[in-house]
């Protein structure tokens, strides 16, 4: 089922599929010129924090984690990227390196854009700099939105919340009617809701006999996402 009518998910969720989105032919040309592709395993580093930037990355395919990791070595997950977002280019507009981590959560194809020619076509299309302009103030707002979550609200609530969200992402190849599964680890779940591993268990377990998700291994799999809407209780 579609959850637009129930459920602000733009709220919670980067719009950078729609920065190449309506570029003309010879700026995406231009934009594409060097493109290269590399596949990256599970658990794959694609960038770490601190390093310097030299290419966009566009996800054609997979999962990728964005994250920063804190002085005792804890991890915060700050976003869940999928198929068709852009990473990396905040560092390369900011003239800076990179302000956090990214890596695979699954097999992902990663396609490389140059910075140089990132640069070139943003000096002369205006529709990419609309675009990139309106998506880093979403972003901004998506970002405002998960801090009041993990500040006000309890565990239950934001387990819920992440896993309507991340039932939007996994959705491939979606027909009304069908299970859609996370297939994600209960550490990266954790540090995604920003909880201890047990917490999330316990959570999950709780849902689990309510009948409102169903485990298989990692896999995650929402039976009804109306009552975790109702949990997430998100106005």
């Known amino acids: 089922m579609s959850i637009k009518n129930i459920f602000p998910i733009d709220k919670w969720d980067f719009k950078s599929q729609s920065i190449l989105a309506g570029l003309s032919m010879e700026d995406f040309n231009l934009l594409t010129a060097h493109k290269s592709e590399q596949v990256y395993s599970k658990g794959e580093i694609i ?7 030299s290419v966009i990355f566009f996800i054609v395919s997979g999962m ?27 560092a390369i507009l900011a003239e800076d390196r990179y302000p956090d981590s990214a890596a695979a959560l699954e097999e992902s194809r990663i396609g490389f ?14 529709v990419l700099s ?59 779940l954790a540090n995604l809701v920003g909880t201890a591993r047990e917490n999330v268990v316990r959570a999950l377990t709780e849902f689990k006999e309510q009948g409102i998700v169903e485990t298989k291994g990692r896999k995650i799999i929402v039976l009804d996402v109306k009552r975790l809407i109702a949990i997430a209780n998100y106005k």
């Open 130 to 188: 609309r675009r990139l302009l309106k998506t880093l103030s979403h972003e901004f707002a998506v970002l405002i939105n998960s801090l009041a979550l993990f500040a006000q609200r309890p565990v239950r609530d934001r387990l819920a919340l992440q896993l309507v969200v991340l039932r939007e992402k996994y959705k491939v190849d979606f027909h009304p009617g069908m299970p859609v599964e996370i297939n994600m680890s209960r550490d990266d």
């Open 64 to 90: 990728i984690k964005k994250y920063k990791v804190d002085n005792a070595g804890r991890e915060q997950i700050i976003y869940v990227a999928n198929a068709g977002e852009l990473i990396g280019y905040h």
């Open 113 to 126: 854009i140059c910075r140089e020619d990132f640069l070139h076509v943003l000096q002369q299309s205006s």
């Open 47 to 53: 960038f770490r924090e601190g390093a310097y930037s």
